[in-house]
């Protein structure tokens, strides 16, 4: 046990099989840990070392808990709130956060959360605007908005995005209806400008 703590760090995420070496009754152990408040499980086999400020614990970081439960970096978090901020007077809020991978597919609860893994071929490393209202139109059908209003909102919109970045983003993620969709309106914004 005493080798096992040693091994502990605060503010780190471990799977049980990067613990088991440091220990010869590794779920004893860690039901142990876990019961004395070293260690929080997160999930089946994920557990985190909690950091601790003058408020308590701190939450372990979405990023972190991923990366671990899914042993890879190669990855992006999308919530469904942040389509809200394009300005296309979507309103709802939404309980998940979609995690973009090549590994795993399914709902999880990892840390109190709910997150959608969702496989893909292709994402960018990091979110720009552009590719926000791209996967927005991706995730349309699926959304519990009004899709007349936003498709009616964008093509007022669409000036307020890079157009190179948005044709760009068009090509490389969209499917085929939202590539025809932004198409279309940019066609439309281009002729009129």
């Known amino acids: 046990m005493n080798l096992l703590r040693q091994h502990i760090k605060q503010g780190e995420i471990y799977r049980r099989s990067d613990l088991e070496y440091y220990s010869t009754a590794i779920d004893r152990h860690l039901a ?26 701190v939450p372990p970081d979405d990023r972190q808990v991923i990366e671990c439960f899914l042993k890879d970096e190669d990855f992006i978090l999308v919530s469904p709130n942040s389509f809200n901020s394009l300005g296309l007077g979507l309103t709802q809020l939404y309980n998940t956060i979609w995690v973009y991978n090549h590994k795993r597919k399914g709902e999880f609860q990892l840390n109190g959360k709910t997150f959608e893994f969702k496989l893909k071929s292709s994402f960018p490393k990091n979110i720009s605007r552009e590719y926000l209202l791209v996967d927005l139109l991706n995730n349309l059908d699926n959304l519990a908005e009004d899709q007349s ?3 009616d909102k964008l093509p007022h919109n669409v000036r307020s995005f890079n157009a190179d970045a948005l044709m760009k ?16 309106i940019l066609r439309n914004v281009l002729q009129h400008d």
Do not use: E
Request: net charge positive; proline share 2%; aromatic share 8%.
């Open 32 to 57: 142990q840990l876990t019961k004395d408040g070293t260690l929080i499980k997160l999930n089946q086999g994920l557990y985190y070392a909690p950091k601790h400020s003058k408020f308590g614990a």
């Open 149 to 151: 209003q936003a498709l």
């Open 169 to 184: 983003s068009t090509q490389q993620y969209g499917t085929g209806k939202t590539k025809r969709t932004l198409k279309s």
